[in-house]
């Protein structure tokens, strides 16, 4: 019974806790035909945690516990958080984006493809970092907007698609933020890709 119980409690949390994805505007026709596909990521407006704070308040906070525990310990941590976007959450939505697209239908996401017709602007919006205690553990969580624009002109949109809490979790443990998060973002460009080769291809 108590088995039963605890099945009943991880897959209610998980059903919660759920990746929502949906299209909001326009529609993926316009891939078609397309060789790439510029991409760019934005944190401007990012919020953590349920608290919302603001990515500057996150990093005081968080930053200031680590130190108290050990001395130097949220320094480093502050040179891994600010180094994780470029060399772990991009290069994860891109390499998921990328291993559905571009072997089957030729179409490369890749940032700095300014010639590119169109451009994909990953915008994040909140982000829940997660926590792993080893026998318990939290995955982190990833909302962004996705929004696909014109590249010389990207006040005219073509498409826009909502992605709300896309889990970052790994087998065994993970006692690290940014690697949670990167889970995130690959969870992130794994649903984007499916949603779109079913509506477009």
């Given at each position: 019974?108590k ?11 998980f059903?919660?806790s ?19 596909i ?11 945690l349920?608290?919302n ?7 005081k ?26 060399l772990?959450?991009q290069?994860?939505?891109?390499e ?10 030729g ?6 493809l300014a ?7 990953v ?9 792993d205690?080893?026998?318990m553990k939290?995955p ?11 590249t ?21 443990s993970?006692?690290?933020n ?9 969870k992130?460009?794994?649903?984007f ?9």
């Amino acid at each position: 019974m108590k088995k039963h119980l605890t099945l009943v409690f991880i897959f209610l949390f998980f059903t919660l806790s759920a990746q929502k994805m949906k299209i909001t505007d326009g529609n993926f026709d316009f891939l078609k035909g397309q060789k790439e596909i510029n991409v760019e990521f934005v944190y401007d407006n990012m919020k953590l945690l349920k608290k919302n704070l603001s990515e500057e308040q996150y990093i005081k906070e968080h930053s200031a516990e680590l130190e108290e525990k050990t001395k130097g310990r949220g320094e480093t941590w502050k040179k891994k958080w600010k180094a994780a976007p470029e060399l772990i959450w991009q290069p994860k939505f891109l390499e998921l984006m990328n291993r559905y697209f571009y072997e089957d239908h030729g179409i490369n996401f890749s940032e700095g493809l300014a010639d590119a017709k169109y451009t994909l602007i990953v915008e994040t919006t909140w982000v829940y970092p997660g926590w792993d205690a080893g026998v318990m553990k939290q995955p982190a969580k990833v909302t962004t907007l996705l929004k696909f624009v014109e590249t010389e002109n990207q006040a005219n949109e073509v498409t826009e698609v909502t992605s709300k809490n896309a889990p970052g979790d790994q087998w065994g443990s993970s006692f690290s933020n940014e690697d949670r998060l990167g889970e995130g973002y690959a969870k992130t460009g794994k649903s984007f890709a499916k949603l779109i080769l079913k509506r477009a291809f």
